[in-house]
């Protein structure tokens, strides 16, 4: 693999980009502005219903982040005119079918004519998400993305962002492999994408005609999503979905060439525009946050497993140089873009550095105290998470039991209450389970060769640099993370 300058690549293109507002499409589109003021223009497709929804969303949920002010400093007064010349909102949805719901014919053609390069980020991450929205934005909309991109006149690169989870639970050494069209991780027979939207629509058409409310009609695409990923081996609606979304990019690319980036998990920059900038809680964050917090006082998980982490801006990074990479060239390059093989951490070492941090530098509560932390407990298996909840069930049905009659309407308040919180708990819990317990190792062979050639365009490497061997897990999230959590997110 021969990589020539990047920045020359970027120098003149037309980008599209879906799902703009999402955490790593607006570090991409900073990224490329800042670093190629010479880009000739970057195409934002964002879900808004007209034109004036779609600048007000741009103004707001893009240009209005702190992640924009390194640039705005640099520019000054210029600021507007740059953004102005350089992005076009385009209002649409790539749920809605082959043309992503653009309803301006003109602008259409304009950006078939135009566009070099087209990159979907468009996604919904939820786990758990309703399987008609999942199916309809992860799956579907993927493929109306690359059948967009195939009527573009001067193509150079597609590229898709996917998932390093696409590999479910699997252990051991997982590779840069596709997935071709119908495969399955249980080894069940039958997968069938539009199959999967007919059955959709059949369950849709039967809640409404049972006069389902939303509420009911919610529940049962949620319920439905979890259901049919686990008949064929994926452990939530989010991995599936995605999954089914290379299989069809794989499948109707023909010679178009196609890059797919799998990320692990993917936390705050680690250097650029600077450290620390996050947008939205992942399952670490959300218990770094909580333990900070004095809420959470026990995790379930294996403390020997790793957590494959990997920092936003260096997957963007190696987006940028996987797409120049593969221009012009008809193929299908898959890379994991992780931490696991070449720089691990697990779960004991993050439960350790979570203590110290929070030791140091305690969190403020309402009543202006510090609140105190201990350690951590972590339980080791569902079986003792389930007899643990189970201990607390019974402790509270014992005090319903000797409860007098005064205090009997609050006991069962509290035991109703309860019995809802451990439901959910319950849930979160087998949500993140196939995560707290990976035993997996994600290969990124396909990603060294990236690395290599990008290091033989020297005066570069600075500037994409994508190489986790180089972190310092520990002050990574002393001095950059966590610190970014807390001013980003728990504001």
């Not at 741009?58 to 924009?68: N, Q, Y």
């Not at 758990?128 to 690359?146: C, F, P, S």
């Not at 009527?151 to 699997?170: D, M, N």
Request: charged share 25%; aromatic share 10%.
């Amino acid at each position: 693999m021969e990589i020539g300058s990047v920045l020359q690549f970027l120098e003149n293109k037309t980008i599209l980009v879906t799902g703009a507002t999402g955490f790593l499409a607006k570090i991409f589109i900073e990224k490329i502005l800042r670093i190629q003021p010479k880009v000739k223009k970057m195409y934002l497709l964002l879900r808004a219903s007209d034109a004036k929804s779609a600048s007000f969303r741009f103004r707001t949920e893009v240009m209005g982040k702190d992640l924009f002010r390194p640039l705005k400093e640099r520019l000054g007064a210029s600021m507007n005119s740059f953004i102005s010349e350089k992005t076009v909102v385009v209002p649409g949805d790539i749920a809605s079918g082959d043309d992503l719901g653009i309803g301006d014919s003109n602008l259409k053609q304009e950006m078939w004519n135009e566009l070099d390069v087209v990159v979907n980020l468009a996604a919904t991450t939820s786990f758990d998400e309703r399987y008609d929205v999942a199916l309809g934005i992860n799956t579907l909309g993927a493929k109306h993305v690359l059948c967009f991109a195939k009527k573009c006149v001067k193509l150079k690169s597609f590229l898709h962002v996917s998932t390093a989870y696409v590999a479910g639970e699997k252990s051991g050494l997982i590779l840069e492999t596709p997935y071709p069209l119908g495969e399955t991780l249980n080894g069940v027979a039958g997968l069938d994408i539009y199959e999967e939207r007919r059955l959709v629509k059949e369950k849709l058409n039967q809640l409404q005609a049972d006069g389902a409310t939303v509420q009911e009609t919610k529940e049962a695409m949620r319920d439905m999503g979890i259901d049919r990923a686990k008949v064929y081996g994926w452990p939530n609606t989010y991995a599936f979905t995605k999954a089914m979304a290379e299989m069809l990019v794989g499948h109707l690319k023909e010679d178009m060439p196609v890059v797919i980036i799998r990320p692990t998990i993917v936390t705050s920059t680690y250097k650029e525009p600077f450290p620390g900038w996050v947008e939205g809680l992942r399952t670490i964050d959300s218990i770094a946050i909580g333990y900070g917090k004095g809420r959470l006082t026990s995790f379930i998980g294996d403390v020997k497993s790793i957590m494959d982490l990997i920092p936003a801006d260096m997957v963007v990074n190696a987006m940028i140089v996987a797409m120049a990479a593969h221009a012009n060239q008809p193929s299908y390059a898959i890379y994991q873009v992780g931490s696991s093989l070449r720089n691990p951490i697990n779960y004991s070492d993050l439960k350790d550095i979570g203590f110290l941090y929070f030791t140091n530098k305690p969190w403020i509560g309402k009543d202006g105290k510090p609140v105190k932390v201990g350690k951590l407990k972590v339980i080791g298996s569902m079986t003792s998470f389930r007899r643990y909840m189970a201990i607390r069930y019974v402790l509270l049905l014992k005090a319903l039991r000797f409860a007098n009659t005064a205090l009997c309407h609050h006991f069962e308040g509290t035991y109703s209450d309860m019995n809802r919180k451990i439901k959910f708990v319950m849930r979160l819990v087998e949500l993140y389970r196939p995560y707290t317990f990976f035993q997996g190792i994600f290969d990124d062979v396909n990603t060294e060769k990236l690395r290599v050639a990008a290091r033989q365009n020297g005066e570069e490497t600075d500037v994409f640099y994508f190489d986790s061997k180089c972190i310092d897990w520990e002050d990574y999230f002393l001095n950059t993370h966590i610190p970014g959590l807390i001013k980003y997110i728990s504001k």
